[in-house]
């Protein structure tokens, strides 16, 4: 019914730039939130970033002033660009969405839609 494809991940030297791309199907991104959540070698989930309804954003302190989001509403798609990438950036990143608090949190407990994610390996 509702699906979630993030696509654009790949390997990247540390300084390098990345812009990831979450599709939906069967889902208005603009009618609710969406979040970026990633999970690197050994770390539990944390958010990334994640835009309310109205464009308001919140973004975690590990990548304030190096990633963006965009989104093209006629294409129902939402876009990470990650700038200055650094080894620690290294993860599974993924997409989500939720309509149940209407808050888009940074914690990702409460979103009821994921992507199956997508590798980013950022090398020194």
């Known amino acids: 019914q509702v699906r979630l494809v993030e696509s654009g991940g790949g390997s990247v030297q540390s300084g390098g730039s990345l812009r990831l791309s979450c599709a939906a199907s069967g889902y208005t991104f603009s009618t609710t939130c969406i979040g970026w959540f990633r999970q690197g070698p050994g770390k539990e989930r944390e958010g990334v970033v994640t835009?309310?309804?109205?464009?308001?954003?919140r973004y975690a302190d590990s990548v304030k002033g190096r990633f963006t989001i965009s989104q093209d509403n006629a294409k129902n798609t939402h876009y990470l660009h990650m700038n200055s990438l650094k080894p620690e950036d290294t993860g599974i990143y993924y997409c989500?969405?939720?309509?149940?608090?209407?808050?888009?949190?940074?914690?990702?407990?409460?979103?009821?839609?994921w992507g199956q994610g997508t590798q980013v390996p950022v090398s020194s």
């Open positions: 835009q309310n309804w109205d464009g308001s954003t």
């Open positions: 989500a969405a939720e309509d149940t608090t209407w808050l888009c949190p940074l914690s990702g407990a409460v979103y009821n839609y």
